[in-house]
């Protein structure tokens, strides 16, 4: 079965700090994998997007990784702003499928001043 | 166009009442598809259009559900006698046949919020 785990669940961090979010998945055969960053209430933004040769892509403050051995991804956020609370999603693709992407339930990111 | 366009933004409805949402692509996407968020969840598959075809539908899309693209641009998603569990932020997005294996082109729009009450 096509699954996609995200840990925490949630997250609160200081104005300042890093902070690294997982995703695990069972997607098989994978074509790529997404991070999409989703403020309340509205729709969810691309950040990165991996395929199944790149280790790390990285968009400004944001840096993805992929292990595609093990199946893990990580989203490492620096110096955080309070701008960056906002809900991340884990998105991975499977090459059968043709359209359809599976979500992981998010990790909801909290920044405080 | 700077990106998908969904309207309206909020709905608040009685149930039993019907509503439809539309949705408009970035235009040089030929690939449409439906979503739904509840809260604390990701998005679900509801249902998918190439040009104004729609080639799949998940089981999630009862039968009170209907989507069109009728001329493959546009597309509208009816929800008939409105339940409860039918709250939800109602997303749609468009893509463009992936070149190569990274198809970036996948734009999710701001969504339409459903409050059946």
């Known amino acids: 079965k096509n699954q996609v785990e995200q840990s925490p669940q949630s997250l609160i961090i200081l104005e300042g700090k890093n902070c690294t979010l997982q995703c695990n998945y069972t997607v098989s055969p994978f074509s790529n994998l997404r991070w999409y960053k989703q403020d309340t209430g509205r729709g969810p933004v691309s950040l990165t997007i991996m395929t199944f040769s790149e280790n790390t892509k990285s968009n400004g403050r944001y840096t993805a990784t992929l292990d595609a051995d093990t199946k893990q991804s990580s989203l490492h956020i620096t110096a955080s702003q309070l701008s960056d609370s906002a809900s991340y999603i884990c998105v991975v693709r499977n090459s059968n499928s043709g359209y359809a992407l599976n979500f992981g339930k998010g990790t909801s990111l909290l920044v405080t001043p | 166009d700077t990106g998908v366009s969904q309207d309206p933004r909020h709905k608040i409805t009685k149930r039993g009442q019907n509503v439809t949402f539309r949705c408009d692509p970035i235009?040089?996407?030929?690939?449409l598809y439906w979503y739904r968020q509840t809260l604390g969840q990701g998005p679900e598959f509801l249902t998918y259009f190439q040009n104004e075809a729609q080639l799949e539908k998940s089981r999630l899309l009862s039968d009170r559900f209907s989507a069109e693209r009728p001329k493959g641009s546009f597309s509208t998603l009816e929800i008939q006698r409105t339940e409860q569990g039918d709250s939800a932020m109602y997303l749609c997005?468009?893509?463009?046949?992936?070149?190569?294996?990274?198809?970036?082109?996948?734009?999710f729009g701001s969504g339409t919020r459903l409050t059946v009450v």
């Open positions: 235009s040089e996407h030929n690939r």
């Open positions: 997005a468009s893509s463009q046949p992936a070149l190569g294996q990274a198809s970036n082109g996948y734009t």
